[in-house]
């Protein structure tokens, strides 16, 4: 598939576009009227700063996402892309600042959120076949005691049927190629029916079919309202089929339309060292199968089997 | 068939029966998110750290369980709290905790004059000498676990599988955390008589080990692990009966037998017809 031209900006009355060129970690606060972009927000943080333990991974981050929105997260590791996923899905909590999901404080309305981890954070070899894993998504919504019904058996089927995942219904997740895998993580968060999709890395290490899959689907949910947030890896990806990014290094450096935002002096500052720019052209040297360091208490799995992806 | 239905006559023997396949299945049905968490030394430890109850239970002159019950859920929910501070990695936290507390048994132990026999009985178990009361209380007891597991199997499951996901959407992860802490408690104290504190970690491991050789369905893991657990603990205390031997170690080694023969027949499964890979890609 043709990559196809940048996403037009959202035109919105009170655009809050800050010219790239004085992005700056305060200053889109003076050029967006803070009250409105809080009203209008479907994610909402407010000079917020995150860390483990004494390690600080973000600081002084406010940013507004609209309903509709097709957000990516850029940054090299350890750029605080995963914290403030978690932020938002209410698994952490800030250290300052404030935070609204969905008009609520973070894991109020957690039932219209669908989160996937990484794919480090999975264990592959657990006993679980891909439709019991997309029938999780149904899970929050049915509660203790109530088994999945039929309403949810047509809900786990239509979103592997999305995902082109169907013929796979029975197949244990850790013979799956880490495409495959991907795929069925967004059928769970689909089959969920969110509101907001908070991914982590959905796009790092798949073949550009899935990709391109993915990315449609995503795509075709900010059509219909729903609010997606992905962090990734793929600067080409978050150019080419993201409307917005928000290029973070531990607090903000940029946050707006894509083709404004992914521009060489904004990438110079989110990348620092890691950034080379050759005849105009910009190559990033972060290593894309890297991930942030574990938090505490997360458990990464490293297979050495199964699995082509 | 004579051999099989002698013992019956007896009703010790069938307390003995009831408590065996009881303790079999709690085990089996907690034991299967336990292998799946990979806590197999919690469950040693939550073990160990049940025998001062169990002593004061019975300088007390209380229901054994009563006392094991407070101390290991009280353990676990220690070992979980302090975990989840942080401050200490699990595996130390759970090696500082179980050993103190066992040692805290023993020395009340050793202040009883002339109870030898019945320490031999608390640290194997002896499912045969269970009372008619005992056997009232430990079935009220696995029934409440199962009841519980019944309820909140696809929460537990999700929260097995993907902490985060699961948190995220709602699934209140570290409430059923301490629940699954006490739950793992309390399967302990239903089986300390019949297999005794050193021995009950394979009762609570070893059959859900043996399913996940046959199975990659989550249900039907825990079915199978239930069935195995429960099958092999009757066949063992049958053994032990005829080869009048130690109930507890019988029921085990039979588990473990068993577990053998699921981790032969994978490895032969295997090389009869190996494991077809993933499908291409792409097909969307």
Known sequence: MEPGPPAPPHDHPHARRLPVAEAHRHEHEAVLDPAHAHAHADVWLSDVSAGYGQRVALEHVSIAVEPGSLLAVVGPNGAGKSTLLKLMAGLADP??????????????????????????????????????????????????????????RRAVADALAQVGMARHLRTQIGRLSGGQRRRVFLARALAAEPDLFLLDEPVTGIDATTQELLMDLLE?????????????????????????????????????PSNLVLDASVLARAYGGHLLILDGRTVVLDDAHHHDDAAPGEHHFHEQSGGRG | MNLLLEPLGYA???????????????????????????????????AHAAFPGVVVAYMLSIPFYIGAAVAAVGTALAIGYVTKRGELRQDTAIGVLFAGAFAFGVFLFSTIQGYVADLFSFLFGNVLAISPANLVGLLLLGAGVIVVVAVLWKELLYATFDPLGAAASGIPVERLEYLFLALVALTIVVSLQAV?????????????????????????????????????????????????????????????????????????????????????????
């Open chain 1, 220 to 256: 075709q949910q900010a059509e219909r309202g729903k609010t997606v947030v992905a962090t990734t890896h793929d600067l080409a990806c978050a150019a080419q089929r993201f409307q917005q990014v928000l290029a973070i290094n531990r607090t903000v450096v940029a946050y707006g």
């Open chain 1, 95 to 152: 250290w300052t600042g404030r935070i609204e999901v969905l008009g609520q404080p973070p894991g109020r309305e957690a039932r219209r959120v669908a989160y996937v981890p990484q794919a480090e954070l999975v264990d592959w070899a657990f006993p679980v076949v891909v439709e019991d894993v997309v029938a999780m998504g149904r899970f929050p919504r049915l509660g203790p005691v109530r088994r999945v019904g039929p309403d949810d």
């Open chain 2, 196 to 284: 005794g504190i050193i021995l009950v970690v394979a009762m609570l491991i070893t059959p859900a080990a043996t399913a996940q050789m046959l199975t990659v369905r989550f249900t039907r893991l825990m079915l199978s692990a239930a069935l195995i657990g429960m099958v092999t603990a009757i066949a063992g205390l049958y053994l032990s009966y005829w080869l009048d031997v130690a109930s507890g170690a019988t029921i085990v080694l039979v588990q473990t037998f068993a577990f053998a023969c699921a981790l032969a027949y994978r490895r032969l499964a295997h090389l009869w017809r190996p494991a077809p890979l993933a499908e291409a890609e792409g097909e969307a």
């Open chain 2, 12 to 46: 010790f023997f069938l307390r003995a029966l009831a408590a065996s396949a009881l303790v079999a299945t709690v085990c089996a049905i907690v034991g299967t998110y336990v292998v799946l968490r990979g806590i197999a030394f919690l469950g040693d430890a939550i």
